[in-house]
């Protein structure tokens, strides 16, 4: 069983449509982060998220935490073929020292 | 500035065989981590050092593997003797503060036991 359920693991889309992804779990975290990863390259960091609510915007990109801290979204707006790549979320639980956790990834192709 | 690097690309031993892959911090960067994915699943912590010493190594799969981070700059992991489970695609990152700082990933060495 995974921590962290992202959803959904692949998506394909024409250019200029809009589209979210989703990454949620039944526990709750400090902190959350989004990455993007393409073929032969580690993941990059996109955004970290840490306070219940907060929503932060990146370009088109736009990235919610839940107000219980326990899932989050990443919406892109007007999808370009650059976008294409694979999305992973990474979290870390509350209390001390807690390694992160990757989620599996939401593999995305944007069709031109 | 340079980002992590790691080495090799790519390795493909036969079970039993022994490999040592070697990470490359970006410069300054006390905190250096392993990670693993395995085809079909997730990235997997595997631990964290900050300098030469291990803050968190409960991430490691069992004791075929060996990772060491000598004078706390660039570190290996050696995995022997290799089991055809151990595949996968191994990451580095390293970052300047402890967790949750930004982690900065290496592309990640592709390693394939037959």
């Known amino acids: 069983t995974q921590l962290l359920e992202q959803s959904p693991q692949f998506l394909s889309i024409q250019e200029g449509e809009n589209l979210t992804v989703y990454c949620n779990s039944s526990?709750?975290?400090?902190?959350l982060q989004w990455y993007r990863q393409e073929p032969g390259e580690g993941p990059v960091l996109l955004v970290t998220?840490?306070?219940?609510?907060e929503v932060k915007k990146l370009k088109r990109l736009t990235f919610q935490f839940g107000d219980a801290r326990k899932d989050s979204s990443l919406h892109i707006t007007a999808a370009q073929t650059g976008d294409t790549g694979l999305y992973l979320c990474?979290?870390?639980?509350?209390?001390?020292?807690?390694?992160?956790?990757f989620g599996i990834g939401t593999k995305l192709q944007v069709i031109p | 500035e340079a980002g992590v690097t790691q080495f090799p690309s790519h390795s493909v031993i036969e079970k039993g065989q022994t490999v040592t892959l070697r990470c490359d911090p970006i410069?300054?960067?006390?905190?250096l981590y392993w990670y693993r994915r395995v085809m079909g699943k997730e990235i997997k912590f595997l631990l964290h050092?900050?300098?030469?010493?291990?803050?968190?190594e409960s991430g490691m799969p069992n004791n075929r593997f060996l990772a060491e981070r000598t004078g706390g700059t660039y570190s290996t992991l050696k995995v022997q003797p290799a089991e055809l489970e151990d595949s996968g695609v191994y990451f580095c990152?390293?970052?300047?503060?402890?967790?949750?700082?930004?982690?900065?990933f290496g592309p990640g060495t592709r390693l394939t036991v037959t």
């Open positions: 526990s709750v975290f400090s902190s």
């Open positions: 998220v840490v306070t219940g609510g």
């Open positions: 410069s300054g960067h006390d905190n």
């Open positions: 990474a979290a870390r639980k509350s209390g001390g020292y807690q390694k992160v956790t």
């Open positions: 990152a390293s970052s300047v503060k402890g967790p949750p700082g930004e982690q900065y």
């Open positions: 050092f900050v300098k030469e010493s291990k803050q968190d």
